[in-house]
């Protein structure tokens, strides 16, 4: 195959992607109705269902403006060869595979991330607010992405000096020696998540004493679940929208409740939204996800082994050589279908764990208290209540409130 063909066809999988996001974003907007379903009756008034209506419309729109530029940015990078074009700039600062491959990725990112923050900004500062779900101060908007530079730097820039150094030594042999590395990392984060970087954003508190805490002891006694590991995080600090989840695996589980959900629901509520959290972890949820995850990872890295070398991808991306920094991009999009498919199968393992774990709560009689927990929420942050199933199957790591309601009823 010539290099010409290859970037066609890179470029035409960029557009495919474009094109069948946009169709399900489509069929989206095609089943929101104007009229509530009639097993929902009562969960929004007119006038609120007018403003979920209008919130949906606006995030379609909007999602459908972001998609487009970063589409159209990314053909006219590739078509106009620019990633060799900025691989080969690198290469006179520094000569250093390790070296250039973190400027290149840096560059990159630095620049993605200042092209995409006027998008940021209107989302939070003008979406968010207009639908008075933004609690964000320019402060904290500012100071989170600092933070979160930081840490790519940090994190995503030690991870990829180790590969990149294991790829100098093993050349494509790397694949097996860089899943061991990421699949460390990636432990590690698992367990240490809650203890070093959420503590970065937000202040964690075990669950203070009192009428809430007696009755979650309580069930979490009936459950075999250590109430220390429950903690209140100030979601407040962003936005009004409320939630939970359940991180870690082992000794360093917790539940981690959001104050927006403490101020809203009853404790019942609580009560049937936190055994839902603990049926996650009775499930071992986390565990087969990571399991997933880490074959998904393995298959891809063994895959991208065999690309490493290609000529032909090289200069289709404007380079004389394979240059591992740029095999990588070219990579990425060639996987995208199976990056699809491999979404599509851990989406429907998550639905499959949220009926799971609403079962749970159920078997403890608190299925009519989770379905009502569940409509508050959804009513809070104006979920849109009649998705496309297609949309669901591509992009919805939770079934719909229907689905679960008359799950939950079921049993
Ligand atoms: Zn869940």
Redesign the pocket.
């Known amino acids: 195959m010539s290099s010409t063909t290859l970037l066609i066809i890179i470029v035409a999988i960029v557009i495919a992607e474009y094109l069948l996001s946009e169709w399900l974003s489509y069929r989206n907007r095609k089943a929101a109705t104007p009229q509530m379903p009639p097993q929902l009756e009562g969960l929004y008034d007119a006038d609120k269902y007018a403003k979920q209506q209008s919130y949906f419309r606006t995030n379609n729109r909007f999602s459908l403006i972001t998609s487009t530029f970063t589409t159209i940015l990314m053909i006219a990078l590739l078509s106009t060869q620019i990633f060799g074009g900025v691989y080969n700039y690198c290469l006179t600062i520094t000569t250093n595979t390790i070296g250039v491959t973190l400027l290149f990725f840096g560059v990159l990112f630095l620049s993605y991330g200042i092209l995409m923050l006027p998008f940021e900004i209107y989302d939070t500062f003008v979406i968010e607010e207009r639908f008075g779900f933004n609690k964000t101060t320019p402060k904290t908007f500012i100071t989170d992405k600092l933070k979160s530079i930081m840490i790519a730097a940090i994190l995503g820039g030690g991870l990829l000096s180790l590969i990149v150094w294991l790829y100098t030594l093993l050349e494509t042999n790397f694949w097996w020696a860089a899943f061991l590395v990421s699949i460390s990392v990636s432990l590690l984060m698992n367990l240490f998540y809650s203890q070093i970087i959420v503590p970065l954003f937000n202040k964690q508190t075990p669950l203070q004493e009192g009428e809430l805490r007696d009755e979650i002891e309580k069930f979490a006694e009936k459950a075999g679940f250590e109430i220390t590991n429950i903690y209140v995080i100030d979601g407040s600090k962003r936005s009004t929208k409320a939630n939970a989840y359940f991180s870690g695996m082992g000794k360093k589980k917790r539940i981690v409740l959001f104050d927006t959900l403490i101020d809203e629901l009853t404790t019942q509520e609580i009560v049937a939204v936190l055994a839902?959290e603990i049926g996650?972890y009775k499930k071992r949820h986390t565990l087969k996800n990571f399991i997933i995850a880490g074959f998904a990872m393995l298959v891809q890295l063994y895959v991208l082994s065999l690309t490493l070398t290609s000529n032909t991808m090289a200069e289709a991306m404007g380079l004389m050589h394979p240059a591992f920094a740029v095999s990588v991009i070219a990579f990425g999009i060639l996987y995208t279908p199976i990056d699809l498919l491999t979404g599509l199968f851990m989406h429907s393992i998550s639905r499959k764990a949220?009926y799971e774990?609403d079962n749970f709560a159920a078997k403890y009689g608190l299925g009519e208290d989770l379905i009502s927990a569940l409509k508050k929420i959804s009513v809070k942050s104006l979920s849109n209540l009649t998705p496309d199933k297609l949309y669901v199957k591509f992009h919805y790591s939770h079934p719909t409130l229907l689905q679960r309601i008359k799950a939950i009823k079921k049993d």
């Open positions: 839902h996650h949220e774990a």
